[in-house]
């Protein structure tokens, strides 16, 4: 077992990751620093979901224009992450970092001048462009100005309280600004906070990069990039066509696993490969990665369902639904400061399964109510969740200790690649599966029937399109039938999500070697 004691000044001056001197004290400055940039990054992530229906009446987009909007963050960030750490790992953590800072300010002041759809999908590239190049720096960096172990838990536990934070945060204060401003102002958020983050981290920030790192492989970087991206877009167009015979995205699919594999296998054929696939032969960094993804798809599968029975079936506004989910934000901050706590009593193995199976409880708690499902079982539900999803702080320590700090950037791309991938599965599999129940459930409404072929079509395509026909026709059995058909297919969702959870539980038990503590994680 390696010593954990912090090392001193001269000894960290004189690491071979930090560009320079830098005084080991500034560590915690730069890890406020990294984190309220990550607050921004999040935030920024969620908040578009609420300033769509306002943006969508002002540009009248089409609807493939509207989902661009909303897809072409996710697969721009997705498809550079890898590329984009493994270019910080030789060019400069700290510069990446900032770079990217700047390119978000630019693209959020941008909007400004944005009166076409077109406009915003290309601001929305930036904007992923920019995650892409925050999001694995922020973690990079944490890696390797706390070389103790435990020091490292406590920043990641922070690290992982802000994100859940500013992931609930998002439609809150996205509720807020749109009840008193212009939809613009959900981008504009986003520039005092890269601005106040720039400025921090050129004196709180060391500058970090890999020692001797070899060439640069630009072949492998557009596999990488046309194999998430391809894969994560056909993914969200089955769950949208709600079908699996879109061709299309059947093409995409294809495509994007043979790019993938073709990566994979040029990565271990490789001297000096993009990204070290052979982390994955580390127990504990796999089972790391495999429990960020599933709390990623719990948690975005549940605020996306809950979000929309609180202000569809429940009645509450953008501002208050964000008030209302705080209780995920609130559990997953609490337990993510708690969670090396509880690894240092009863080992990294016990906590991360009962982090698993705490959300999963809170998933299956939605289906033990099912149709009778109201605001205190929901409170209940986000709580549970929230504290599960939290203690997997734990999962970063164990992603980015469980592999040599040279890999710091690969094992910060993987985390970041396996939260995106967990946030589209969850909600692809099970939005689709609650669609599907949702309409189902609700049959052919014989009061949209008399309105039309296409009232028909609109409410029982979605939930929001039932309550928009029934608003506007003044049918309140309508709206009434749809909301308790959505509230049977979320329950049935959150069924089948818990024992998902549950299963995948004691998968990561059993990948977490017996016995694993803090203090055994490499630093």
């Known amino acids: 077992m390696s010593d954990t004691t912090t090392p001193a000044r001269s000894e960290l001056r004189a690491d071979p990751h930090i ?42 987009p089409t609807a493939s224009q509207q989902l661009w909007i909303i897809d072409v963050y996710s697969l721009v960030m997705a498809g550079l992450l890898i590329s984009m750490s493994s270019i910080a790992d030789r060019w400069g953590r700290k510069r990446m970092l900032m770079l990217g800072y700047a390119l978000i300010a630019l693209a959020s002041v941008l909007v400004l001048f944005a009166h076409s759809p077109g406009f915003v999908i290309a601001l929305r590239v930036l904007l992923g462009i920019g995650a892409a190049m925050v999001m694995p720096s922020t973690l ?16 990641l536990a922070v690290w992982a309280a802000v994100a859940g934070i500013g992931a609930a945060v998002g439609p809150l204060l996205g509720g807020f600004l ?26 709180t920030v060391p500058e970090s990069r890999v020692p001797e790192p070899g060439p640069w ?52 054929r490789s001297t000096s490969p993009l990204l070290d696939v052979t982390m994955f032969r580390h127990r504990i960094f796999s089972a790391g990665v495999l429990a960020a993804l599933i709390a990623s798809f719990s948690m975005s599968a549940g605020l996306l369902l809950l979000a929309q029975w609180l202000q569809l079936v429940n009645g509450a ?52 109510r099912g149709e009778d499902l109201e605001l205190t079982s929901v409170f209940i539900a986000l709580a549970l969740i929230g504290a599960g999803i939290g203690a997997l702080a734990l999962a970063s320590s164990m992603i980015m200790g469980g592999v040599p700090r040279s890999k710091a950037g690969n ?113």
């Open 178 to 203: 749109l009840e008193t401003f212009h939809w613009q102002s959900a981008f504009l958020v986003s520039v005092p906070m890269m601005v106040i983050a720039f400025i921090s981290a050129i004196f």
């Open 217 to 268: 492989d630009p072949f492998a970087a557009a596999l990488t990039l046309v194999g998430m991206s391809t894969t994560i877009w056909a993914i969200k167009k089955f769950s949208e066509e709600a079908s699996m015979t879109y061709l299309p995205a059947w093409i995409a699919f294809v495509v994007g696993v043979v790019a993938l594999g073709w990566f994979v296998r040029r990565c271990l």
């Open 19 to 60: 560009v320079g001197s830098y005084d080991p004290a500034r560590r915690w400055l730069g890890l406020v620093t990294l984190t309220f940039s990550l607050l921004a990054i999040t935030t920024d992530m969620t908040i578009l979901n609420v300033a769509i229906p306002q943006m969508s009446a002002d540009l009248q």
């Open 140 to 155: 990079s960096l944490l890696r390797v100005t706390f070389t103790d172990t435990r020091e490292r838990a406590t920043a």
């Open 317 to 368: 506004s953008a501002f208050e639904s964000g008030l209302q989910l705080m209780p995920l934000a609130l559990a997953a901050a609490v337990t993510s400061l708690l969670a090396p706590v509880a690894s240092e009593r009863i080992g990294m193995r016990a906590t991360i399964f009962l982090a698993l199976f705490v959300a999963g409880a809170g998933m299956l708690f939605l289906g033990i």
């Open 411 to 523: 094992a910060a791309a993987m985390e970041d690649t396996s939260y995106e991938f967990g946030a589209v599965l969850g909600i692809a599999l099970l939005g689709s599966l609650a669609s599907f129940l949702y309409r189902r459930n609700l049959g052919t409404p014989a009061e949209a029937l008399m309105l039309g072929e296409e009232a028909t079509e609109a409410a029982r395509d979605s939930l929001g399109g039932a309550m928009a026909v029934a608003d506007a026709a003044q049918l309140p059995d309508l709206a009434t039938r749809a909301g308790e058909a959505f509230t049977s297919g979320l329950g049935m969702a959150g069924l089948i999500g818990g024992l998902i959870l549950l299963v995948f539980a004691f998968v990561v038990f059993y990948l977490t070697p017996k016995g694993t503590m803090l203090a055994d994680l490499e630093h």
